[in-house]
């Protein structure tokens, strides 16, 4: 008995204190560590209990010195068979349970959501509608009258570039139910995330920004629409304890909450070739303010006449002399040389040397 009490004792304390994981930086990782843990403390007690056992049995059955007997004959326990193998599967049900539960609440497992019932076609851009069959089939179990107009099983439904797929069934749902889904995908910030060999590319569909960090801004829920170019890569961010396949010619999804303002390495899980080790880059959760302000500031660099302009603002009151002023150090003349400058010097000229 006391020996149980100590193993009980000393499975939960490592399981809940074995600092194996870095910092939660999302609502779902508290969800995760709970089931991290509770697999650790299980791990721990099951690994004392087998070692302990054959550490005694090597101590207390060893043979002694100068006896040459045999050991005893035995030919199995059944009882002891049944037990030691309904022990791991009861464990091993308990945990899945426990697994599917917590992948349901982070939005993790949706069979017939976008990244499982949608098979998306690399030439034509279509995808199959799988949920209209599940939404039929669904609100006809309910007793629900159902107006659909979808196409006959297999057929393709075109999608509008950019535009968000919706069922072609109409179902007649609830006013409330309505608002709650309109105001949850509303609430959403979409992300467009492909992978290719070496890198990963970030597109926000709302401001027509593409870059190579993943800038998020906190306390907002973060959908994730993951594909790839080549071949398979796996999106993963262990403070956010979410990982996903990149898979090329499929979309799959993450949703997740950042919850901890920092910056996360963005790691590629997945052996994609012979740089693969290189494929990283980082996640910045920022303010809202410090996201607007970096939005912002992309916009103003992806347009061509953005640099020009910024220098036609610095340079405008300036003659060349006072232009170039400041470099004249490093560059290795003088002033007396500057003063030669013309000053109908066109401005044009310089900055197109810049």
């Known amino acids: 008995m006391l020996a149980g009490i100590a193993l009980t004792l000393i499975s939960i304390w490592l399981g809940q204190?074995?600092?194996?994981?870095?910092?939660?930086?999302?609502?779902?990782?508290?969800?995760?560590?709970?089931l991290f843990n509770a697999?650790?403390?299980?791990?721990?007690?099951?690994?004392?209990?087998?070692?302990?056992?054959?550490i005694y049995a090597a101590i207390r059955f060893r043979r002694r010195q100068g006896d040459e007997t045999d050991g005893a004959a035995f030919e199995g326990n059944i009882p002891l068979e049944i037990l030691w193998t309904a022990i791991p599967a009861v464990?091993?049900?308990?945990?899945?349970?426990?697994?599917?539960?917590?992948?349901?609440?982070?939005?993790?497992?949706?069979?017939?959501?976008?990244?499982?019932?949608?098979?998306?076609?690399?030439k034509q851009g279509t995808h199959f509608s799988g949920a209209a069959i599940a939404a039929t089939l669904a609100d006809a179990t309910a007793g629900e009258t159902v107006t659909t107009s979808a196409p006959p099983i297999g057929q393709a439904v075109e999608a509008e570039p950019g535009a968000n797929q919706v069922s072609p069934v109409q179902s007649t749902s609830t006013p409330n139910q309505t608002s709650t889904e309109t105001q949850k995908t509303a609430s959403e910030f979409v992300v467009n995330v492909t992978g290719l060999q070496y890198a990963w590319i970030f597109t926000y569909p709302d401001s027509n920004v593409t870059t190579g960090e993943l800038h998020l801004p906190i306390g907002r829920t973060i959908k994730l629409n993951i594909s790839a170019?080549?071949?398979?890569?796996?999106?993963?961010?262990?403070?956010?304890?979410?990982k996903q396949?990149?898979?090329?010619?499929?979309?799959?999804?993450?949703?997740?909450?950042p919850d901890r303002i920092g910056q996360y390495p963005v790691i590629c899980a997945e052996l994609c070739g012979a740089y693969h080790g290189i494929m990283k880059t980082i996640a910045i959760v920022e303010t809202p303010q410090e996201f607007e302000a970096w939005i912002a500031s992309q916009q103003i660099a992806s347009q061509p006449e953005g640099l020009q302009g910024a220098i036609a603002a610095a340079t405008r009151s300036n003659s060349p002399a006072e232009f170039l002023a400041p470099f004249t150090q490093a560059m290795g003349i003088d002033a007396d040389t500057l003063e030669q400058i013309p000053a109908s010097l066109n401005h044009h000229h310089l900055h197109a040397d810049l």
């Open 39 to 54: 697999m650790m403390t299980i791990s721990v007690g099951l690994f004392l209990i087998v070692q302990g056992v054959i």
């Open 91 to 122: 464990i091993v049900l308990g945990i899945s349970v426990y697994s599917f539960d917590i992948y349901n609440q982070i939005g993790g497992l949706n069979p017939m959501g976008h990244s499982v019932a949608h098979a998306q076609s690399s």
């Open 17 to 34: 204190n074995h600092g194996l994981l870095p910092i939660a930086a999302s609502e779902e990782s508290h969800l995760i560590d709970g």
């Open 229 to 242: 170019n080549d071949v398979i890569h796996a999106f993963w961010v262990p403070e956010f304890r979410l």
């Open 245 to 257: 396949d990149a898979i090329p010619g499929q979309t799959t999804e993450l949703q997740f909450t």
